[in-house]
Nanobody
Framework: VQLVESGGGLVQPGGSLRLSCVAS????????MSWYRQAPGKERELVAA????????YYADAVKGRFSIARDNAKRTVYLQMNDLTPDDTAVYYC??????WGEGTQVTVRS
């Protein structure tokens, strides 16, 4: 199993980013996928999750209405569209597949 995230970077408050996670080594369309994040000095937290059929299953309260999770099973990719970013969204964002498979993460920094 391999999960490779991309799309992070430095963005100003109010800006947008789209993260991607390309999966390999398993039947992607059979698995719920999730995005987590970990800010400096804080625990890793679940941000969003999506079912195998493409229906979003969960958004953290802090991101509802701003973030959107999606997937393309043909491309073996899960996305996280992040809009109206704030400094509180600064974190390393990780792709996750049950039971315990993680990507290496992509850094998102929001500052003026």
């Amino acid at each position: 199993v391999q999960l490779v995230e991309s799309g992070g970077g430095l963005v100003q408050p109010g800006g947008s980013l789209r993260l991607s996670c390309v999966a390999s080594g398993f039947t992607f369309s059979n698995y719920r996928m999730s995005w987590y994040r970990q800010a400096p000095g804080k625990e890793r937290e679940l941000v969003a999750a999506i079912l195998d059929n493409g229906i979003p299953a969960y958004y953290a309260d802090a991101v509802k209405g701003r973030f959107s999770i999606a997937r393309d099973n043909a491309k073996r990719t899960v996305y996280l569209q992040m809009n109206d970013l704030t400094p509180d969204d600064t974190a390393v964002y990780y792709c996750f597949r049950p039971i315990n498979y993680w990507g290496e993460g992509t850094q998102v920094t929001v500052r003026s």
